[in-house]
C-alpha cells in the first residue's frame, strides 16, 4: 500500500497489508444506476448538477455526483447488502496483487494519454470538471478490470480520513474510523488533475466532509466474498 516516491505523502509510507477476499464494482455507480433507487423509493435525490443532471436520460451512463456519503451508503446497502470499499480495498484494486507497485491502473508505460484518462489537458475539459461514461477508456483499467480509478470522480470511502494513514491503516484488513472526525476518506484525484501532475497517481488520498456533496465526488460498492 501506498509508494516510497514521495515519502512525505500522508498515505506513505510504501507498506504491506493483508486483505480478505472481496468483491468490488467494475464501474462507478452511474446516474441511471442510481436513478433505479430512487425510483425504488430508497435513495435521496442528488444535489443539482449542472453538468450532468441524473434525471436526463442523455446522461444516464455518467457517474452519479452531488451526493453524500450517507446517500452511497444507502445505495450500497439497497444493492445487494453492500457498502463503500475500504482505502485498503480500493487501493488493491486500481493497483494490482503484491508486488505490484503501479503509480498508474495500466501500469508504468505507457505514458499518460487521453486514451487511458481523461485529465485537464485533454480536449473537451475546460475548467477540469466533466466526466466520461463509466464504461469509457478501457485501455486505462487496471490489472482487476476496474474502470476510472484515474479520472472521472473521486470515490468516496468507508473510512474516515486520515492524515497519518501509513500508521492508521496497517495490518490486515485496516480501516479507520474516527466518530469525532466529520473528514471522509477518498480516493483516485478525479478529473480536475493535469497530465504529469505529480497526484495523477492511484495512490492519492483525500477528503470530502461528512454530509458533504460535490461535483467531483461519486463511488463505486464493495463486498466482503464470504
Known sequence: MSTDVDPDA??????IVYLSPYLIDKYEVSNGRYKECIDAGVCNEPDENELYPWDNPDYADMPVAHITKADAL????WDGGRTLPTEAQWEKAAKGPYPEQKIWPWGDSPEISCDLVLAITCPGNPG????LPVDSTPEGASYYGLFHTLGNVKEMCLDSYSDNAGTDLVGF??????PQSDLESC???????WDGDPILNINQHSFIHWGESVR???FRCARRAY
Open 10 to 15: 500522508e498515505d506513505g509510507p510504501e507498506r
Open 74 to 77: 444507502t445505495f450500497c446497502n
Open 128 to 131: 477540469g470538471i466533466t466526466y
Open 173 to 178: 484488513d485496516p480501516y479507520y474510523t474516527d
Open 187 to 193: 480516493r483516485g484525484p478525479g478529473s480536475y488533475i
Open 216 to 218: 467531483y465526488a461519486g
